[in-house]
């Protein structure tokens, strides 16, 4: 499994990494020791969409389609990242139980579902993934902690993917009230969705915090200082939290330094 999820992170062809996920094998005994190398470049990526700073990614009003396809792009973007996000997270780090390699196989299989949906929605618009620029800070991130599982957990689902549980309501209502109902509707599969894989996120970072003898809160501050992590800013989407498995602790530090 974790040699299957290498070479399909390695594929830089959109709808050949999608049907590479859908093939890896669900094995419920995994090979957690083995020490893997990719043999080129990752992630695999196609030449489309040009990457650019954050600040240069434009705002579009969704009350125009190519303001909506826009913005459904730069979501499918993320979830084409979120795929490669959990697929470098199987092969890469060594020595956790079965089930954590099974539960990021699950992610990969999901943020892949979400993909195409947004990609096919993009059609619809008379676009394709690749037309509009888009930036990288979801992998940007995944280089900085490559080295550190506890770091990546905390930095990667339970920073940056729980933002879109934040984000989710906002981008949602925009589409409905430029009625694109069909976008919302994704909208709400992929809050579904995402709310379980944050909860997996959080799920193992407590697992590593137990193991190591850390404060999850305490360690989770340090971490954010040391890899730089944004700082997160509101409104936050609560219930999604909670559901996700944050504590009310964390939700409390959350809103009171936002």
Not at 178 to 196: S, V, Y
Request: proline share 5%; aromatic share 6%; net charge negative.
């Amino acid at each position: 499994m974790r040699r299957q999820a290498l070479q399909a992170l390695s594929l830089s062809n959109p709808e050949e990494k999608v049907r590479a996920v859908r093939g890896i094998a669900c094995l419920t005994e995994v090979d957690v020791a083995a020490a893997l190398a990719p043999s080129g470049p990752i992630p695999g990526r196609p030449s489309r969409p040009q990457l650019v700073a954050p600040n240069q990614v434009k705002s579009r009003s969704t009350h125009t389609a190519e303001g909506r396809a826009a913005l459904i792009h730069s979501l499918a973007h993320i979830e084409f990242n979120a795929i490669n996000l959990a697929l470098d997270i199987i092969w890469r780090f060594t020595a956790m139980p079965a089930q954590f390699y099974l539960d990021w196989l699950r992610v990969a299989h999901e943020e892949a579902y979400h993909f195409e949906l947004l990609v096919n929605h993009l059609g619809t618009l008379g676009h394709s993934y690749g037309d509009f620029p888009a930036h990288d800070g979801l992998w940007e991130m995944a280089e900085r902690t490559n080295t550190d599982l506890l770091a990546r957990l905390a930095l990667v689902p339970r920073t940056l993917e729980a933002r879109g549980l934040d984000a989710s309501p906002v981008v949602r209502n925009k589409l409905a009230s430029a009625g694109d109902q069909e976008a919302a509707a994704i909208i709400d599969i992929i809050l579904r969705d995402e709310i379980g894989h944050v909860a997996i996120g959080n799920h193992w970072y407590r697992y590593l915090c137990d193991m190591q003898a850390l404060d999850p809160l305490k360690a989770y501050q340090e971490l954010a200082e040391k890899y730089r992590a944004p700082r997160l800013r509101g409104p936050f989407n609560i219930d999604a939290r909670r559901l996700a498995g944050f504590t009310e602790d964390e939700l409390d530090h959350l809103t009171q330094h936002a």
